[in-house]
């Protein structure tokens, strides 16, 4: 890596600022870490690679406006930017806030999906940076989960940083594109000047009309990639991979996530929607949705104040009623899932509706309730059965009460079981435990309509 850098260990940039070594290589540039003298404090130092040729000679121009942009971010989810200026060679450099931890698409490469809850969380966050970005006019158009940078705050709780606001202009002019033709019909040589392939929004690849909502789009891809592990559309070609993204819908998240809930497929599958009018209006309303879906405390409070940045801002914010949801999230089921062009095919596994509740829960619960009543009225007729074969066989009364509880089975109800005397005890009788054939069978009578057999104290029937 250190030989795509312009700056090398011990190297001294502007004076106060000593080259510790490099942090990483990207397509348009390379970050090292570096002391500041004075203060010794670790700051990172973004600089132009050396192999990157501009063809007009505003490339440090660029370089110090997307410094500016990010500089005018306030949000604690945006890495800092201290300095800006020029190296000895003639290269920009930005001086940006260091950064201990790791991005997201180096924690999924290690640890893979991540929880819902956590996932969830994460994306809020950067919400929150993107609401003041959005706010000043700035989009991103380059979210990835390599762009979210997983850092701790002192008391150890999750930090997202989002990294590299503006890249997308710096890159385009790395190619030789002016802002014309980064805004027109994409091609495999403007690819770069656009962003990340598989998290590009349709009107990106078509050439339409660009905005906040591009990046809705984007923080969508990459809440499907944390929850799934893959990203929504991918293909062999980057010609197979733009068709998919402007015709094909995703796999559905439930099939490769059965554990998320519905309510969270259907706001990923709003983020992905080819038309932009389908989408949410702003990250506000994408982070109402979502906040219920993350941890309590920290998801209420990142939807809130995403929510207040765009309000403050004068821009309008899908802001959830006081102790309510957000309306248009409950109603997520019945917005057109298509836009009119381009036409949209759809894979074989994708049903056309949104996921909704099962509708065999009701019926599942009223079956148990009926067997759980089955089951007493089958105790009770049992333990009825029991005190009537134990008077018939003790040649007793049935009780009244009984007796008229015996409904399902009248005919037990009114007969008696007639036991010959057991033999007297004989020492001889002994050893004949088995019955002969002579013996007396018990034999059943049905009493005659007009006879009642007499009380008897034990089993007279109390009123």
């Known amino acids: 890596m250190e030989s795509q850098s312009p700056l090398g260990p ?40 050396p192999d990157v040729r501009f063809e007009r000679g505003d490339g440090f121009a660029r370089f110090v406006r997307e410094a500016r942009v990010a500089a ?52 809020l966050q950067a919400c929150e940076a993107l609401a003041e970005a959005h706010a000043a006019g700035v989009v991103h158009r380059d979210l990835k989960p390599g762009n979210l940078f997983l850092a701790s705050r002192a008391d ?40 990340s392939p598989p998290y590009l929004a349709p009107e990106q690849l ?4 660009v905005d906040a909502r591009a990046d809705i789009w984007a923080l969508g891809a990459t809440l499907y990639e944390l929850l799934t592990g893959i990203t929504p559309f991918h293909g062999a070609t980057l010609e197979a991979l733009y068709t ?16 998320a809930p519905a309510g969270l497929e259907a706001i990923v599958n709003r983020c992905l929607r080819k038309d932009p009018a389908h989408r949410f209006a702003d990250v506000g309303g994408l982070a109402a949705a979502l906040a219920r879906f993350g941890p309590a405390v920290s998801s209420a409070r990142s939807a809130e104040r995403a929510a207040r940045v ?3 801002a004068g ?26 062009s381009p036409p949209i095919t759809r894979d074989a596994s994708e049903p056309d509706a949104e996921p909704e509740a099962d509708p065999e829960d009701e019926h599942r619960s009223r079956e148990r309730a009926a067997r759980r009543h089955a089951a007493l009225g089958a105790l009770a007729t049992l333990g009825a059965l029991a005190v009537i074969l134990g008077a018939a066989v003790a040649r007793r009364p049935i009780p009244a009460r009984i007796a008229a509880a015996s409904s399902l089975f009248p005919t037990i109800a009114r007969m008696h079981i007639r036991v010959p005397e057991p033999p007297a005890f004989s020492p001889g009788l002994a050893s004949s435990a088995a019955p002969t054939s002579s013996a007396p069978r018990p034999q059943l009578t049905r009493p005659a309509a007009t006879s009642r057999p007499a009380e008897d104290p034990l089993f007279r029937d109390r009123k």
């Not at 890495?79 to 806030?97: C, F, H, K, Q």
């Not at 998919?244 to 554990?259: C, F, G, H």
Request: proline content about 6%.
């Open 156 to 195: 150890g709780s999750p930090c997202i940083k989002v990294l590299d606001f503006g890249i997308s202009k710096v890159r385009g002019l790395s190619l030789g594109v002016t802002a014309r033709a980064v805004d027109g019909p994409i091609t495999t040589e403007t690819v770069g000047a656009m962003g």
């Open 315 to 340: 821009v309008a914010s899908s802001r959830p009623p006081a102790g309510g949801v957000l309306p248009e999230v409950d109603a997520l089921l019945s917005v057109p899932r298509r836009s009119s």
């Open 244 to 259: 998919k993204i402007l015709r094909v819908n995703p796999p559905r998240l439930s099939t490769l996530r059965p554990d």
């Open 310 to 312: 765009l309000e403050t």
């Open 72 to 123: 005018k971010i306030r949000s604690e989810h945006v890495a800092r930017v201290y300095d800006v200026g020029t190296l000895e060679s003639g290269g920009a450099y930005m001086v940006l806030e260091y950064l201990e931890g790791q991005d997201l698409e180096a924690w999924l490469a290690d640890s893979g999906k991540l929880p819902i809850d956590r996932a969830v969380e994460y994306v």
């Open 10 to 49: 011990g190297d001294l940039v502007a004076g106060k600022y000593r080259v510790e070594g490099v942090l990483g290589v990207g397509g348009m540039g390379v970050v090292v870490a570096a002391t500041h003298l004075q203060l010794r404090e670790l700051v990172a130092i973004k600089v132009l690679r």
């Open 206 to 209: 078509s050439g339409g009309d």
